[in-house]
């Protein structure tokens, strides 16, 4: 079992930045590829970015690509989310995973899911 808990989360506006943490407890997070995905009011859950946890090579939705980085600290059972240049468009229940199988960019493949943060982009 892994229990995932983020934080970071708020109300911003747009261009501003925002970095989300997402601890880990339980087994060793660095079993688990890790995973963000978001979910805004009347859309279906989306993946963000996610970490290979044997590469640590990151792979990002063309929506955030360029714009959000995400890293990952094992010693710490810690993974981030840094989001630059925040659009509305962001605004939206973010959520931290952790998936054993790739690609992680897979909603089937996330074995444990955060309880997510809200984060809301103003214009």
């Known amino acids: 079992q892994v229990q995932l808990v983020e934080s970071g989360g708020g109300l911003v506006q747009a261009g501003d930045s925002l970095r989300l943490s997402c601890a880990a407890s339980g087994r060793t997070f660095s079993f688990y590829n890790s995973g963000w995905f978001r979910q805004a009011p009347g859309k279906e859950r989306e993946f963000v970015g996610g970490m290979n946890r044997v590469t640590n090579t990151a792979v990002y939705s063309d929506s955030v690509k360029g714009r959000f980085t995400i890293s990952r600290d094992n010693a710490e059972n810690t993974v981030y989310l840094q989001m630059n240049s925040l659009k509305p468009e962001d605004t939206a229940i973010y959520y931290c995973?952790?998936?054993?199988?790739?690609?992680?960019?897979?909603?089937?493949?996330?074995?444990?899911w955060g309880q997510g943060t809200q984060v809301t982009v103003s214009s």
């Open positions: 995973a952790a998936a054993i199988p790739l690609p992680v960019s897979s909603l089937r493949s996330i074995n444990y």
